[in-house]
């Protein structure tokens, strides 16, 4: 019996391809650097701004000195573009995720998050008309590790005081989240209702036939 759901946020509840996109190749164009250069730098210090050493302006301060594009203005322009980004994809929550989180607290069904996310969207998740529904959220940026660390797993069913097998995992697949719940003994789908938005190379995860899949949000409901 399904007691828990856990949600990934990104490509799972909201989509970073709604409205503004703004992406690596985008801040690299903006400073006049080559994207792949800037890419290569940007994904060297992830994991760092992920668990909280960096914020986003310190990430893009230590990115941009090493390719000599180091300025104040530079980094407001980037971390500015980013939040309007984020703006459009916290502003476009679809109605469907909202109905699905509304439907598994109805139905008494625990709801966790699990997310590897920046500084700037840490706090845009947290004012988000979303983030009412979570009984536990594990902001990587807050927990200083993130995901596939099982780590994070361990901790959502403690907290939310359930067994592993009574939790659904639903995730798009990035960082390996899907292979780590269950390795951690849940139960997890691959949600593919954002799949066709993104575009190379920022698709984060290929559609994975080894799990079960739900191609809209409220076909989450069919596995609890």
């Not at 909202?98 to 997310?115: A, D, F, N, S, Y």
């Not at 700037?120 to 993130?146: N, P």
Request: proline content about 4%; some cysteine.
């Amino acid at each position: 019996m399904i007691k828990a759901v856990i949600f990934d946020m990104f490509e799972t509840l909201v989509t970073l391809f709604e409205g503004k996109t703004y992406f690596g190749e985008n801040i690299a164009a903006d400073v006049g650097v080559d994207p792949d250069l800037f890419r290569k730098e940007w994904h060297a210090i992830e994991k760092e701004r992920s668990i909280g050493v960096y914020t986003i302006e310190q990430g893009l301060e230590v990115v941009f000195k090493k390719l000599g594009v180091y300025s104040e203005e530079n980094v407001s322009l980037a971390v500015n573009k980013r939040r309007e980004n984020l703006e459009d994809t916290f502003n476009g929550v679809p109605d469907d995720s909202i109905r699905l989180l509304q439907e598994l607290k109805k139905r008494g069904i625990k709801v966790g998050l699990i997310t590897n996310t920046f500084s700037d969207e840490r706090d845009f998740i947290r004012k988000s008309v979303l983030f009412q529904y979570f009984d536990v959220a594990l902001i990587s940026y807050e927990q200083g590790i993130c995901k596939p660390d099982p780590e994070l797993f361990q901790k959502m069913t403690k907290l939310l005081d359930v067994e592993a097998d009574e939790c659904l995992y639903v995730g798009d697949g990035g960082s390996k989240e899907l292979f780590a719940a269950r390795d951690a003994g849940m139960h997890p789908v691959q949600c593919t209702w954002f799949h066709d938005r993104a575009f190379e190379p920022h698709i984060p995860c290929p559609i994975l036939d080894e799990f079960d899949h739900a191609n809209h949000q409220l076909e989450v409901l069919d596995y609890c």
